[in-house]
């Protein structure tokens, strides 16, 4: 669909490669002197195009940072970041923007959405930044999709916390992104609305080609992902494939077990 | 697109907030429109009132003082019999008292030829010329004593037939026009000058008459001009001084209030950079947002201002101050629309700046961005050392001047002044910090006073927009009572010293001053003497100032010039009192603009702080104490701001009697108590609503998630 569209992607996509984003030895440091904390820790992560890919680990792990850096929304202290085969780390604040803006899809906890833009506005923002149009039966067939048709004209405050990420859902499909990255979507709905929108994220990637990935402390909205990379203390410990509600949970239990976790 | 589209919204969306932004430049707008308005409309009066010399004129003979009526007459009649004479007119002037409809009071009367091109009555449409025996009126004079055409008024003691009435400059007072010979019948009136039409040579009229000062009524014209000119360009010169102060404050207020309500909505300003925004895009938004808000504001204050301003002349016109009808000057209205466009954009500057550093990840944290941050301490403390040596050195150059310059020194104090203001809003927020800090010792165990020290101290900046403001009307309070204190003792001083007696009459002023002086004399009651030029008057022992002038008004003839000290010293008073009063309702602008800040500045500072009132409410402090704390933190920013103003206004009001070499007498101690005071409690008064706000939040969204 995303090929057939016609729609033009930025020229620096490699498919070939098969890889979405990677890390090579990421470290991350916050602050300085005795109050320095290393959120990564040398980490290395593949992202692989059109797969839904979760990030697990315990609090303060490193997952948001993580996230951060894949969306070029944070500076590696050391190491690399690629974004296909651009490596985030030598480009300047516009040329972030820009990446932000053309290549990246964002799904906040709870919606992020300018309140003084109704739905619809808030769906074509990034598009709009950058001075584009959205393509009409590409952006009618996502609302559609996402059962929001009916709710374009309304402001975020007048929509259901389900209903809002289904909007941010939409903003960040309609610019066909390389990557979404997504930080406990889910965290503040109810069950169902988490389950909807979780079915919704798998099929961007089955039905729309896309590559997702999202952090998560729910071992069941794990389960929804092709594969899972667990953190602890801003290394990784190990991947996932196909995972389910039991295995998740058993590895997770694993982990924390291991001295020096943190409960 | 995107970003006038989110900025229009983010206003409508949230117009008291916008309102709130933009009140103080609305003020601002509302003052410079109509004292502009007000400027513009005064001038027809004030040319009127200084170009006295009919179109006509060729020439202008003024006599000598000392001249008597029948030497002018003789005079005028020498020129009347040259060859290229037109037409000759002595303009006698004098306040008369006249008797009309009942009443009787003191009139200004000017001889006028009744008709011709020397004449001031505009062209009747009806009835006859001026004749002897007549009067006409200014329109208001005859409806103040209710006499119409064909009635009698008696000017001392002649009567004269109201022969018209009519469109004359009244400038408020009762006036009148008569025939020369009524006003060289009448006595009391001095001929002021000769007007001449015709085809004249100056110099030849001055061969004729010798002693005269003659000019050509050219030139009187082109001088009378420039005093108009000049007294224009002085108005609008303090005119532009007061609203370019109100303009001052309102900036420093508006771009506080800006920096606050963006640094709230930093998780919008992040979210966007996340989805795509460049700083420069982000930057534009908030200056957007600022043009809007002051295009809205500016409207609304030209609005009012034209209101105010429309609403003043109408009464001036009803009262005979002014004549012709209302210019509402749309261009003027466009540049203050403008201006307040621009200064808005202006001072959402550093917001605009902040917004650009937005970091995107702080729209994916819970971290809730407040105004709290560092301030550029080395930048500020350089710019206010620069700021203030400048004012040093603008100050003492003042004081140097001021022996040859008096306006040279007064405008070098006055820039002094500015700088130092400007270096004050520099270092303000560590100001207010070491005032809170030196505070906290006193601060007990209040909860409500630890609220309140500790927020002036986290948001300094902020409150320290609140303090300059407040600083700014208090100085130049302090100023103006200071200044208006030193002048009034000095013209007292002045008049003691040229005023010895209870009344004068100036030898120059009488016929034959012996005679006035016997007459004088043989009454009981009158103690006289001769000094120099002046008949000295005073009351003999046992003698009350009733008695002395009733006396001294039997003895002398009618029309006898007596200056009386106590109407000399109720003049002077006079004169300061309207300088006072003016200079009071210019200054009470930019205390109110300031006042207007206060309530704003901590109606922000409430919504900013809402979870965290309601944290402390929910942790157990009262809604008296909620709302007692930013009750404290009014008052706290309010003596920051008078202390300072007070003292630097009196300095300044100081230098500025020294400037104009005025004695500075004793300090006005009460009413500089009485202002600081007074802000302080209004302060208090201004954090009404605010405090409202404050006692409402409810405790339970303190345990809500954000
Ligand atoms: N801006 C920052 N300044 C200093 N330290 C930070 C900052 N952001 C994150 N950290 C630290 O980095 C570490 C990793 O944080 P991160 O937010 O990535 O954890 P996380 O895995 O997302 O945790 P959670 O599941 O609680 O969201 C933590 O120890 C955190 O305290
Ligand atoms: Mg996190």
């Known amino acids: 669909m995303i090929l057939a569209d016609g729609h033009s992607r930025p020229s620096n996509t490699v498919p070939s490669s098969k890889l979405a984003a990677r890390t090579v030895d990421l470290v991350r440091e916050y602050g300085a002197g005795d109050s320095r904390v290393r959120a990564l820790d040398g980490l290395h992560i593949e992202l692989h195009s059109r797969r839904f890919t979760a990030i697990m680990g315990a609090s303060g792990s490193g997952k948001s940072t993580l996230l951060h ?39 906040f906890q709870d919606g992020n959405l300018l309140p003084h833009l109704t739905a619809g506005e808030n769906i074509d923002l990034g598009l709009s930044l950058a001075g584009r149009r959205p393509d009409r039966a590409w952006r009618t067939e996502l609302v559609g999709r996402l059962g929001i048709a009916d709710r374009l004209r309304h402001l975020p405050s007048e929509l259901s916390g389900g209903q809002r990420q289904r909007v941010a859902v939409a903003r960040a499909l309609l610019g066909h992104p390389d990557l979404i990255v997504a930080d406990e979507p889910t965290g503040a709905l109810d069950s169902a609305s988490g389950g909807a929108l979780l079915g919704l994220l798998r099929s961007c990637v089955d039905d729309y080609g896309q590559t997702v990935v999202m952090v998560t402390h729910d071992p069941s909205a794990a389960a929804v992902t092709d594969e899972v990379v667990l953190l602890k203390d801003g290394r990784s410990a190990g991947i996932l494939n196909q995972p389910t509600r039991e295995t998740v949970l058993e590895r997770v239990a694993a ?3 291991q001295p020096g976790a943190v409960a | 697109m995107i970003v006038p589209q989110t900025a229009v919204r983010s206003i409508r969306r949230r117009p008291k907030q916008a309102l709130m932004m933009g009140l103080a430049i609305a003020l601002a707008t509302a003052f410079a429109a109509s004292s502009i308005l007000i400027a513009i409309n005064a001038r027809a009066a004030l040319v009127a009132f200084g170009m006295t010399t009919p179109e006509a004129t060729d020439v202008v003979v003024v006599p000598p003082e000392s001249i008597d009526n029948e030497a002018v007459a003789h005079m005028a009649g020498q020129v009347a019999a040259l060859p290229e004479t037109d037409e000759v007119a002595v303009e006698y002037l004098g306040d008369v008292s006249v008797e009309a409809g009942g009443l009787t009071s003191t009139w200004k009367l000017t001889s006028d030829p009744g008709s011709g091109a020397l004449s001031a009555i505009p062209d009747l449409e009806e009835g006859d010329a001026l004749q002897a025996g007549e009067i006409y009126l200014g329109v208001s004079t005859a409806e103040r004593s209710g006499v119409s055409v064909g009635d009698t008024v008696v000017a001392a003691g002649r009567e004269l037939v109201v022969a018209g009435i009519g469109q004359i400059h009244e400038f408020g007072m009762d006036v009148g026009l008569i025939t020369e010979e009524d006003a060289v019948a009448i006595g009391s009136m001095t001929p002021v000058q000769i007007f001449i039409a015709g085809d004249m040579d100056p110099d030849a009229v001055s061969a004729l008459i010798g002693d005269s000062l003659v000019i050509s009524g050219e030139e009187q014209r082109t001088d009378q001009a420039r005093t108009v000119t000049d007294t224009l360009v002085g108005v609008f010169g303090a005119l532009t001084v007061f609203v370019g102060l109100a303009l001052l404050s309102a900036v420093v207020i508006v771009g ?5 309500v963006f640094s709230r909505r930093a998780t919008e300003l992040a979210l966007l950079r996340c989805v795509g925004a460049g700083r420069a895009q982000l930057r534009r938004l908030v200056l957007f947002e600022a043009a809007c808000i002051g295009l809205l504001s500016g409207i609304v204050g030209v609005a009012v201002g034209w209101a105010l301003a429309a609403g003043l002349v109408a009464v001036a016109q009803s009262s005979g101050l002014l004549t012709d009808a209302f210019n509402s000057a749309p261009l003027a209205l466009v540049a203050c629309l403008v201006l307040a466009t621009l200064s808005t954009v202006v001072a959402a500057l550093p917001a605009a700046k902040a917004a650009g550093k937005a970091s995107p990840i702080a729209a994916l944290s819970a971290a809730r961005a407040t105004e709290a941050r560092s301030t550029r301490r080395a930048v500020r403390l350089v710019a206010a050392s620069v700021l203030a040596l400048s004012a040093v050195a603008t100050g003492a150059a003042g004081a140097i001047a001021a022996s040859t310059d008096e306006f040279l020194a007064l405008g070098l104090t006055a820039l002094s002044g500015v700088l130092l203001f400007v270096a004050l809003v520099c270092i303000g927020p560590f100001i207010v910090q070491w005032f809170a800090a030196l505070l906290r010792p006193l601060t007990g165990s209040s909860g409500a006073v630890r609220v309140a020290v500790s927020n002036a101290r986290r948001s300094s900046r902020r409150t320290a927009a609140m303090s300059t403001v407040l600083m700014l009307g208090v100085g130049l309070t302090a100023s103006l009572v200071v200044g208006v204190a030193g002048a009034t003792a000095d013209a007292r001083e002045d008049m003691e010293s040229n005023f010895s007696s209870a009344a004068i009459i100036p030898v120059d002023f009488v016929d034959d001053p012996d005679a006035v002086v016997d007459l004088l004399t043989e009454h009981p009651a009158v103690d006289v003497r001769v000094d120099g030029l002046d008949i000295l008057i005073d009351p003999a022992p046992g003698t009350g100032a009733v008695e002395l002038r009733s006396a001294v008004l039997e003895s002398v003839s009618d029309g006898t010039p007596v200056f009386w000290a106590s109407d000399v010293r109720a ?55 909620a709302r007692r704390s930013l009750a404290i933190e009014a008052a706290l920013a309010a003596t920051l701001g008078s202390i300072t103003g007070v003292v630097f206004g009196s300095g300044y009001g100081l230098l500025a009697l020294n400037a104009l070499g005025m004695s500075a007498g004793a300090p006005p101690i009460g009413s500089l108590t009485a202002v600081f005071f007074g802000v302080i409690i209004a302060s208090i008064l201004a954090a009404a609503i605010p405090m409202r706000t404050a006692g409402r939040v409810s405790p339970a969204i303190g345990m809500a998630a954000r």
Not at chain 1, 81 to 105: N, S, V
Not at chain 2, 256 to 260: A, D, I
């Open chain 1, 255 to 257: 982990i924390s077990a």
């Open chain 2, 571 to 625: 003049g002077i008073e006079q004169t300061l009192l309207i300088g006072q009063i003016i200079g009071i309702v210019m200054i009470s602008v930019t205390l109110i603009v300031a006042m207007v800040g206060v309530m704003v500045t901590l109606a922000l500072s409430v919504a900013e702080r809402r979870e965290e009132i309601a944290l402390i409410r929910a942790l157990g402090m009262t809604r008296a104490g």
């Open chain 1, 69 to 107: 850096c894949l969306a070029g929304l944070d500076r590696a202290t050391s190491g690399r970041i690629l974004l296909g085969e651009t490596d985030l780390g030598g480009l300047d604040d516009a040329a972030l923007t820009a990446i932000r803006r053309d290549r990246i899809g964002f799904v």
């Open chain 2, 256 to 260: 506080s209030t800006f920096r606050t």
